[in-house]
């Protein structure tokens, strides 16, 4: 169970739940830009492809965990993320 408040908010566009977070790694960052091109719609804003170097090591998917987003993720609840 997450103690952390979680901030994160799904909104619909298109009949597709839109997962909002922030986000903070690189690696998981290109896994899921490697998985969008399988069967998962992810948009990606220009602030990552401006300043990705700016990103520290840390996850910050908005109180969500690495293992709780990727559940999410695998499990198909998210459809689309727009990184901010």
Known sequence: MIKKKIKYKFIKKENKNIFLFR?????LLNKIKYLSKINKLIYFNK???NNHNK?????QVF?????AFLKMFYKGLLTGIIVN
Not at 23 to 27: E, H, L, R, T
Not at 63 to 67: D, E, K, Q, T, V
Request: net charge positive; aromatic share 34%.
């Open 23 to 27: 986000y903070k790694n690189i690696n």
């Open 47 to 49: 602030y990552y492809y």
């Open 55 to 59: 990103f520290n090591s840390n996850y």
């Open 63 to 67: 109180g969500l965990s690495r293992h």
